[in-house]
């Protein structure tokens, strides 16, 4: 064996540049929420359609996150503030934030689908606009690593809770 050969293998076997695959590499986590799910069969039907609407879809960028749906017992009637997120455990302490409208949002999404998903992106911006209404916002929370929240709120009767979906854009 040459030893252009036996560097390329060496650069292979070393486990820092190279972990082996039980290794977790990824740099990004979804932390544990604090936050207790809401029960009222609106949110819970509500969570399960977007659950079913969103399947199989990412959003575009270095991980191609898929879309989970959320739904979070809530006890205003207002949507929640970026330190609301951070009380729910949702994303960590002093994470930048900027909101976005559900339209501005899904535009730049649909305008840089690179995955040919630009009707089944369109067909979950309608179905979260049908269940969520005007109550709903968009949340990015990160620089680098971007929680992307879209949620709006639902009331029913004495109960309250956040519904929608949640994903992760990273652009380094």
Known sequence: MSSTDESY??????PIINPP???????VER????????TFKTATSAQQTLK???QHLVLASETDAEFEAVNIAWNK?????AQDLVDLGLVPFNTPCKTKSLDAFFSTVIATDSYGQSEQL?????????????????YLMGEITIHVF?????????????VGLQ??????
Request: hydrophobic share 40%; net charge negative.
């Open 52 to 54: 079913q609407a969103s």
């Open 31 to 38: 932390r544990d929420t604090k936050a207790a799910e809401a």
């Open 9 to 14: 293998l060496a650069l292979l076997n070393n």
């Open 77 to 81: 009637k207002e949507l929640p503030t």
């Open 167 to 172: 994903s992760l854009l990273v652009h380094s």
């Open 150 to 162: 879209i949620l709006g709120l639902l009331l029913h009767e004495d109960h309250t809770a956040l």
């Open 122 to 138: 369109q067909a979950l911006q309608s179905q979260c606009k049908s269940l969520l209404g005007d109550n709903c916002q968009v």
């Open 21 to 27: 695959p039980n290794q977790s590499t990824e740099v």
